[in-house]
Nanobody, 129 residues
Framework: QEELAESGGGSVQAGGSLRLSCAAS????????LGWLRQAPGKDREGVAG????????YYDDSVKGRFTISRDNAKNTVYLQMNGLKAEDTAVYYC??????????????????????WGQGTQVTVSS
């Protein structure tokens, strides 16, 4: 069994910060390319950020560059997303996901193209302006 369990969502004012955590358990802990998707109401899911365990290479969507930071603790099989300078347009359900870097050629491409192995149940982030 594989599981990705998110925590840390909530409601903040614009300009505020939140930190999301994702604990990988079972067979999910073996995936090398982990990251985050988000889905806003009425919109498709989009790849937000990813990190590759072998070399800690990171990827960010242009909409979050400079504001969000992804990190990974391999010993704890946990991925974090530090979100600063939050905007109303960041409001969405955020999903921790394991991406298929083999299908995408690399982790960044897999995140951008949303090539997924599995994903969690999601956590709501609401930013009020």
């Amino acid at each position: 069994q594989e599981e990705l369990a998110e925590s840390g969502g909530g409601s903040v004012q614009a300009g505020g910060s939140l930190r999301l955590s994702c604990a990988a358990s079972g067979s999910a802990s073996r995936y090398k390319c982990l990251g985050w998707l988000r889905q806003a109401p009425g919109k498709d899911r989009e790849g937000v950020a990813g990190i590759y365990s072998a070399d800690s290479t990171t990827y960010y969507d242009d909409s979050v560059k400079g504001r969000f930071t992804i990190s990974r603790d391999n010993a704890k099989n946990t991925v974090y997303l530090q979100m600063n300078g939050l905007k109303a347009e960041d409001t969405a359900v955020y999903y921790c996901a394991a991406f298929d870097e083999t299908a995408g050629g690399n982790c960044a491409t897999a995140v951008r193209a949303r090539l997924l192995h599995t994903w969690g149940q999601g956590t709501q982030v609401t930013v009020s302006s």
